[in-house]
């Protein structure tokens, strides 16, 4: 398929481990966006790539959390030593740039439970 | 202050009428855009409307049209003829200024369609 693309789509994980998060957004998207969205509630911005560069990381919510994208293409989401409040699915989005209004295409997400 | 307000945590309606989902925003940019999007139980998000701020007429998209009320700070979503595929959870989004950037999001209305 043409859309973007997570994986895993479930994750579960023992307090204290690291877990690695992938996103392949759609062919020639330049941007790249990372949201957590907790059980009822909307997605809450994380962080931000264009091409490779991280343009806005305001969202993540500490040190523990580390994105990538070094070759402007996939990105990973890392978050180390996971902790029970990390639990919630994880959504990526790309869009094209346009000077105006531009569409973000949302991944199924991956499902972190950290037990 | 929340950016994005949906009052109507859940609501009810009987299959073919019409359903309006409320949506207040707050920001101090002249510029902006509001989004629309639906949740369904296997987690997509799946974007629905758009409106910029400087767009005069309401956005329509098939059976879905934005209530745009600008000087309320308003973006209702109508949707008409309601379907039973109608039920999901909606969020209300706002993208603040020009350009790419991330999307702020409401915490959505679960919206049940009635046969």
């Known amino acids: 398929g043409a859309g973007v693309s997570q994986s895993p789509r479930y994750k579960v994980a023992k307090r204290g481990q690291d877990v690695a998060l992938r996103c392949d957004p759609i062919s020639g998207h330049v941007s790249l966006f990372w949201y957590q969205q907790a059980l009822g509630q909307g997605p809450e911005f994380l962080t931000y790539?264009?091409?490779?560069?991280?343009?806005?990381k305001s969202g993540l919510p500490s040190d523990r959390f580390f994105a990538e994208r070094p070759e402007g293409s996939v990105s990973t989401l890392k978050i180390q030593r996971t902790q029970q409040e990390d639990s919630a699915v994880y959504l990526c989005?790309?869009?094209?740039?346009?000077?105006?209004?531009?569409?973000?295409?949302f991944g199924p997400g991956t499902r972190l439970t950290v037990l | 202050a929340q950016k994005i307000t949906q009052t109507q945590p859940g609501m009810f309606v009987q299959e073919k009428e019409a359903v309006t989902l409320d949506c207040t925003y707050d920001?101090?940019?002249?510029?902006?855009?509001l989004f629309w999007y639906k949740q369904p139980s296997s987690g997509e998000m799946i974007f629905l409307i758009y409106?910029?701020?400087?767009?005069?007429q309401n956005a329509t998209e098939g059976r879905y049209s934005l209530n745009f009320q600008k000087a309320r700070k308003s973006a209702n979503l109508v949707i008409s003829a309601s379907q039973l595929g109608d039920s999901a959870m909606y969020f209300c989004a706002m993208r603040e200024g020009v350009g790419d950037d991330k999307i702020i999001f409401g915490k959505g209305t679960r919206l049940h369609i009635l046969p």
């Open positions: 409106q910029g701020s400087y767009d005069e």
């Open positions: 989005a790309s869009s094209r740039i346009a000077e105006d209004y531009n569409e973000q295409f």
């Open positions: 920001t101090s940019d002249q510029s902006y855009g």
């Open positions: 790539f264009q091409n490779e560069a991280q343009l806005d």
